[in-house]
Each structure stands twice: as C-alpha cells, then as structure tokens.
C-alpha cells in the first residue's frame, strides 16, 4: 500500500510541475508573438515585446571549420531577430516554430531555452536552440536578449516526435 501511494503522490507531484505558472504561459505567450512577428514580418509587434537596446548573439557554423560567435544590436526596423531571416526576405518566406520550451523565472526575471526550427521558402533551413532573456515591468514581459544556435544538420535529431508540442501553433 505504501508503494502505491508513493506512486500515486509521485505522479500527482509532476502533473502539478507541468502545469504552467501565469508567468510562464504569459512568458511563453511572449515567445509564441515573437515566432508570429518573425513569420509576418510584423515589426511592429516585435516592437511592443522587446526592450529597447535588445541584443542578439548568434553561434553558426564557420565556412573554416568550428564556428563562429556574432554579437549585435537587434536592429529596431527589422521584424526579424535571426540573420537567417534577414529584412530583405519577403516574410511568406520565413518560417520559425519551437517545443519543449524550459522557463525559469526568478522574480522579474526569466529564461526560456527552446529548441527550434527555422524554414525559409518552404524548406528547412536549420534548427537550432533559442535562449530569450526577459524581464517583466509595468506587468508586462519583454524580451531583453536573444542567443540562438544555427545548426544545418542538427533538425533530424531534434524535431520532436509529436508534432502537438510545437508552437506557436500554426
């Protein structure tokens, strides 16, 4: 009897830990308008979700071997935080979704790590892991920095299985 309610306190511990905090579904609220605004090109809405000074660093493979780490200011005219999806590309063009999303929110404070994939055209152009850094004020959440990996041949390994955890949902 004990094994079984140990079981049972178990299981009802991790169905309570997966249920999202209002933090984290309106962080990943946050998360799901970003993948929106990158789809649509909708600049403006990127806009209302980020801080002003947001940076993004990106690690990608370098043509020489290895890879390289790129540093810049998330330009404020550009709906697009991935060079992959640069202004001048039509935004029908680009396509970028993420699953199994990890939140850790301390305070104002929080960080989602997700993987992800990125299409342009239709096609698959890479996958990667998305780290947002946000910060809540005036009782909003707002991306402060994003980081994101560009990987051409990691998509096998990292799609999910179920495709009823990707989001934003289409």
Known sequence: VSLALAALVAGAGSALAQAPSADEA?????????MRAVT????????RIRLEGTTTTIERPDPAGGTVM???PFPADTPAATSAAPSSAPASAVRERYWDPVVHVR??????WTPYEFWRDGKTSHCGV???ELTKQAGAWKI???MYTVEPDACPAMRPKDPGRVRPAP
């Open 107 to 112: 305070g104002s404070l929080a960080v989602v």
């Open 26 to 34: 309106a962080i990943l609220g946050v998360i799901d308008q970003f």
């Open 144 to 146: 402060g920095n994003v």
């Open 130 to 132: 998305d780290v947002f």
């Open 40 to 47: 649509s090109g909708d600049a403006a809405a990127m806009a």
């Open 70 to 72: 790129q540093r810049r």
